[in-house]
């Protein structure tokens, strides 16, 4: 495919987005401050061991969810806009809607036929398992509604929607937490009925019933759809055994109350941090994507939010790594879950690199061709499994944050080997200048913290992050300033 160059295109692409992202980040920020608040509230409420079989339920649902449901939603949003200008759209949802359906069809005959295999595997009660498969289906539904609305550009909706959801799970989950003694099933239960009600809202707010009728299925759509969506359930399988699979191997040497440190550690790092950092990709893709769609060299947008996003990650990572102890302390109600400090720094560097492929794999989702994306994120997810079965046993914690670490950065490295001609990512170098040159005094302060002076952790956090952005703020300005 030809490229042209446009400048008053990306101009005015730059500005939608971020327009979007400030629609958009009412509903990540709230999803940050919802994640930090179920921690303390949930470590309160539960044991280690019930946390950590309530980490290991969350982890089975989202194994099946990526191999059943959300490669639908993702290919909806990829093909969305294709089929709009076609004006096919009834048929189109037909397809993702009886596929949908036939997923989860296939997942419960599955489930039934092999339950014995499930419950030896995944090692958690009948009645969770069975409060799984059942809550899959409004996650599933919600999933697909939630990218027909981002290929929409129905930010605002999204917005409303996803803070909504975050709010009645929280609520709902306390209360039969707290007043009917179900312990993590419970949990279970408020984020079932949660998502349901979200569901609802859903379709009205993404107007899929105006659109929806039962048609004969567009076939021509089915291969593509799933040309593209099942490497994408592959690679999300894999990164599943980069960041969750060390549950299971955890629970199986060292039981569910290792299981809950690692859940704290988990919930505190990579669920918090995306929230946040994914500010910018779900406000870009789409642009992005209709751009492409267009012919429009995407390049320069990508470089410049890749930038954008190092300087929000790296700093914050970095402070959090210095502060593991603390940052646990403020986040967690109960002494019982103060050692996950110790897996937090892996974690969170493990985050900054798996975030940053949103950009450097973007690539093979704009060429239809993420089976590359697959085979480097299946590679890197074999190297977790092997670090995790060797390093666990040795180093216990350690082991499973040294492990998801150096797994997650293997896929960022190949991802930046392995480019498409005329998708190369080109990186934004004064930017990234910028950034390293004002980590110095960053690095240097919290030194001086360490060895002479003594304050409140919150303070010492706030203040690093305030004299990052002070310099590389003033070098923007200055003698490292962008010349358009």
Known sequence: MEFVENKEVEREQLSAIFRDMIKYSPSKICGMIGNAIIVPVYTSLLSPEQYGLYSLSIATL???CIIFSDWVGLS????FRQHQMTQDMPKYLTTLVTMLASNL???FLLSFVFRNWFYAQFNIPVKYLFAILFLIIPVAIRALLFQLLRAQLKSVSYTISTIANQLMTIFLSIIFVKYCHMGAVALLLGMGISITLTDLLLIYQSNILSWFKFQKIEWKSVFPIMVYGIPIAATSLSAWIINQSNKFIMNSIHGF??????????SL?????????????VAAIPRIINMYEEKIDVRPIVSRFTGYYVLIALPIITVISFYARDFVVI??????????????????????????????????????????DFIIKLTSGIIGVVLNIILIPKMGLIGVGAATMLANLSYLLLSLIIVL??????????????????????????????TTLNAPPLFKMLSLLAVFYAVYFTLQRTVLKRHE
């Open 269 to 281: 790092t990579l669920p918090l941090l995306m929230t946040i950092f994914s500010i910018i990709t």
């Open 105 to 107: 069809f296939l997942m």
């Open 331 to 372: 986040f967690s109600s109960s002494e019982k879950f103060y050692d996950a400090f110790q897996v937090i720094p892996f974690f969170a560097f493990g985050t900054f690199f798996m975030a940053m492929t949103d950009y450097t794999t973007l690539q093979y989702h704009l060429a239809n061709k993420t089976y590359i």
């Open 257 to 266: 109350s290792q299981v809950g440190l690692v859940g704290v550690a988990y």
């Open 421 to 450: 001609p005329g998708l190369r990512l080109i990186y934004p170098s004064l930017t990234f200048m910028r950034i390293f040159i004002a980590l110095i005094p960053m690095v240097s302060l919290h030194y001086l913290y360490s």
């Open 62 to 64: 989202s194994f099946l």
């Open 76 to 79: 909806g949003l990829r093909f």
